[in-house]
């Protein structure tokens, strides 16, 4: 993305001009990966497709047709609601259509409304699950959060383990 298109970007100042942006671009050229060579955002979810969430673990899911369904009862049926951090019954839903809870999604580490020229900038993205996206929302501190959490089970194993601690 040149440095012209990122002036354009951080011109965005509504939700709607943001997520038109974002829509717009789901399959063009607009990522420039060190790795990867210049990749659409759709593209990008697709290599994460079968690996695991940072986050959770969880083999994350990828591909509309065996992975998302229109009717609310198929997706029940098909184990997609979960318990919410809220504690309630929850299925992705984007459009009419509902998704696997670990469907691939691409996370902004900044926010892309608070810092739109950094939308496509691939050290901001991350592909994480729905779910786990869902949870994290706009929290910065959520990986800090998530690693701490690690960490504090990994020494209550230990000290399961090693009754001398």
């Not at 047709?65 to 184990?79: N, P, V």
């Not at 696997?100 to 950094?118: G, S």
């Not at 959520?142 to 009754?163: H, P, T, V, W």
Request: charged residues 25%; glycine residues 4%; hydrophobic residues 30%.
């Amino acid at each position: 993305m040149s440095s012209a298109d990122k002036k354009i970007l951080s011109a965005l100042y509504t939700a709607q001009e943001i997520r038109e942006a974002w829509e717009f671009a789901q399959n063009r050229l607009v990522i420039q990966h060190p790795k990867l060579g210049a990749i659409s955002p759709n593209e990008y979810r697709l290599k994460f497709s079968q690996k695991p969430c940072p986050f959770c673990a969880k083999k994350m899911t990828h591909g509309k047709t065996l992975h998302a369904t229109q009717s609310r009862q198929e997706a029940i049926s098909r184990g997609y609601q979960y318990i919410n951090n809220k504690g309630k019954d929850y299925i992705n839903q984007a459009g009419e259509f509902y998704f696997h809870p670990h469907y691939v999604t691409l996370d902004h580490k900044i926010n892309k409304a608070r810092c739109p020229e950094l939308m496509f900038d691939h050290q901001n993205l991350q592909a994480i699950c729905w779910r786990c996206n869902i949870e994290k929302g706009d929290n910065n501190a959520y990986e800090i959060e998530q690693a701490l959490k690690y960490i504090q089970d990994l020494k209550q194993e230990i000290s399961n383990r090693y009754k001398f601690f």
